[in-house]
């Protein structure tokens, strides 16, 4: 099976960054994705990655280690409107179905 | 551009009914999942389905019975509505390759 691990909340101030940990314990490994989700909306992917190392995409950068089982989702010169929950999800090579984490709350404070 | 859409928004249901969900992709999307999120706690899977006619159980199925009469639509049914349950069921449809999930908007279900 799966398991996905990531911290409740997470709070920090407008135009700094804040950094999304996810830390997972698989089976089987075909990438990992992230998403946002606001307040009663669909989850919105932002994310995936496969291979080590960091992938920058501009606003949103996600960093994977394979051998650790461990990612993370650094957003960059925060918003308000950044505030969200920011959800971390293991794909299974079986269809690639996808095992989530409970989310992380993040809080942008002015 | 696609849309996946989900049917109904709010369903209010008494303790011990059959309940329906459905959900409806116009992306031609071959893979289709539900999933069920409690307040606080991540998605977990129910079902899903490879293509037309196909369903897999995820490691929520107990309590529920799914259909893909259609490669474009997905239902989902709560076999005995459990009292005071409450909970966002959201449908995602995925193509070929490495394509990533696209979500409905849930249907939120509230059990009296």
């Known amino acids: 099976g799966q398991g996905v691990e990531q911290p409740d909340n997470l709070m920090s101030v407008e135009g700094t960054f804040a950094r999304v940990n996810c830390t997972y314990s698989?089976?089987?490994?075909?990438?990992l994705s992230w998403y946002q989700q606001r307040e009663g909306h669909a989850p919105v992917f932002l994310s995936y990655?496969?291979?080590?190392g960091l992938k920058d995409s501009g606003h949103f950068s996600t960093f994977l280690s394979r051998s650790n089982g461990y990612s993370y989702l650094l957003l960059t010169e925060l918003q308000i409107k950044d505030s969200a929950s920011y959800l971390c999800?293991?794909?299974?090579?079986?269809?690639?179905?996808?095992?989530f984490g409970s989310g992380t709350k993040l809080t942008v404070e002015p | 551009g696609g849309i996946i859409t989900q049917t109904p928004k709010f369903l209010i249901g008494q303790e011990g009914q059959k309940l329906t969900l459905k959900c409806q992709q116009n992306?031609?999307?071959?893979?289709m999942y539900w999933y069920r999120q409690d307040s606080g706690k991540g998605l977990r899977l129910i079902y899903y389905?490879?293509?037309?006619?196909?369903?897999q159980k995820g490691d929520l199925s107990e309590g529920y019975d799914a259909s893909r009469e259609k490669k474009s639509s997905f239902s989902l049914t709560v076999t005995s509505a459990q009292k005071n349950e409450m909970a966002v069921f959201l449908c995602?449809?995925?193509?070929?390759?490495?394509?990533?999930?696209?979500f409905g908007s849930g249907t939120r279900l509230l059990v009296i």
């Open positions: 995602a449809s995925r193509g070929t390759g490495d394509s990533d999930y696209t």
């Open positions: 698989t089976s089987g490994f075909n990438g």
């Open positions: 990655v496969v291979l080590d």
């Open positions: 999800a293991v794909r299974e090579p079986n269809y690639n179905v996808l095992y």
């Open positions: 992306f031609n999307h071959d893979t």
């Open positions: 389905s490879i293509t037309e006619n196909d369903l």
